[in-house]
């Protein structure tokens, strides 16, 4: 605002949620989050340790402690299945995403409706889809490949990461700059030469935090595997509920797993925002 | 209407070629699957509704000047954003479900909300979390003078953000709204992991009674296809008709 800049007596016009616009927005950072999680989660489990303890029962938090390990593998194969399925849906989808600006209209057409179907559909109708319908093991030539399960519903995952990261390719592709192609083209560069020294390099920038934020919604995505069968951290929370049987633990055991997940996916969350505003072309 | 000659050449198919879909031939599968079509659609306009209704509830809050209600927003968009929506909804429907219950005359008990209640809660307020970002970046777009005019016209901050600010931001945040709508469409399916009765649940027992798995499940991915591209083609048409000539880019 230019009254501002004056050091002379200046009526300021009556500001409407001044205190809100003018200062900087406060941060959520992880730490409070986590703080919040485990302030509630203690709560819970002191307060039920309590009850606990007079009937002889072990408390609720050492219950947790005991299952850590194993929630913990769970966990750990949760992360390997998203980085194995955001590899493959990479390794995939930028081709695809290629083919979806390409010259030959039947190229561009099928490429474009592969991506729309499976961008389009459900994760976890993919996800059965995979689980039901890829055989339990592949034979090339003499060597049987087994495919268990959780391979299998990684490929079920990695199916929608490869059509948005082909969705991201093109639209960063569209998003340089014609004269860029115009330039290019007044150097002699052929069509190749200017895809993969001009634009693509650019576009690796602008496609980075978009990916990240694609990596973060895949983590959160990797229990619906549980719903086909996986043992990873949500099932194994299943398990460990129903073995304990105590109805008691159903709430600090459920906040227990999605604190894991809160701490794995915020820093990725708050790493692509800080990357984005870096990377703010204006 | 009577479609039993539609129905009979289903029935043809499955004689001829053995895709069997009996979804169209059997009246009771016709039935089952058609119900659960209805909920997964009742489910996702719920959805649909109260996320954007969360939404714009969640933006205002979040211009508010009171920093205990900013801050309980930030933490409730944080924590829906960054944990996996199936567990949530786990969470709610067992965790909290198991304190809400009460018992009948007969001594049953009996949970308060019903599993679609819950389902219909946890989603919306997981796309209402993306929601409240959506439309807070849609009302920071909205330019600073334009606020200013509001304020100048003497309008409260209320009458301003529903009058002005909001029919602005709301046109900008349109297309990024799309994407999260179609995103919570596709989301509903979880509700079958708390045995919702939509569609994926009423296909799943159709191919184990009829052993067709892959005719349904193609048939619900062609289905789900459709109803995503029905509300793309809805949304596409909302956001051309709000358009204000010459304010927005493009």
Known sequence: MIVSRTDLAVLKPFRLGAAATS???????????????????VAIGIGEAQAQAAIGKPGIIETMIKWTPLLLQGFALN???????????????????????????????????????????????????????????????????PLP?????????????????????????????????????????????????IILPQCVKRMTPPWMNLYAILTVATPLTSVVGVSEAMTLTGDILSSEGRTELLVPMYLYLLLFFFIYCYPIARATIALEKRFQVR | MDFSPLWDWFRVLHATSGIKLTIFYDSFDRWRFF???????????????????????????QGSRLRVLRLVTQGYIQFFRNTPPLVQLYFFYFALGSYLKVTTGNGMSVPIVSNFTWAAICLSFYAGAFNVEIFRAGIEAVPRETMEAAESLGYSRLKAYAYVILPLAFRISLPALNNNLVNLVKTTTIAYAIAVPEMLYVANQIWSDESNVPEMMNVLLIVYVSLVGVLVYVMGRWERALRVPGYMPA
């Open chain 1, 23 to 41: 200062s900087e927005p406060w941060r959520f950072t992880l730490w409070h989050g986590v703080a919040l999680l485990a302030a509630l989660a």
């Open chain 1, 79 to 145: 992360i390997a299945m998203s980085f194995l399925a955001m590899a493959i849906g990479t390794v995939v989808g930028v081709p695809l995403g290629l083919a979806q600006i390409s010259l030959l209209p039947p190229i561009r057409g099928s490429s474009w409706f592969v991506t729309q179907f499976f961008r389009n559909s459900p994760w976890l109708v993919l996800l059965f889809y995979c689980m039901l319908l890829l055989p339990f093991e592949v034979r090339i030539g003499d060597t049987v490949v």
């Open chain 1, 149 to 197: 399960g959780w391979l299998k519903s990684t490929i079920g995952l990695s199916l929608p990461v490869m059509a948005n990261v082909s969705e991201l390719v093109r639209g960063a592709v569209r998003s340089i700059p014609y004269t860029q192609w115009e330039a290019a083209e007044s150097l002699a560069m052929t069509r190749r030469q200017t895809l993969w020294m």
């Open chain 2, 35 to 61: 119900n659960g079509f209805l909920t997964s659609v009742r489910l996702m306009g719920v959805c649909l509704v109260a996320s954007v209704v969360i939404g714009v509830v969640g933006a205002w809050i």
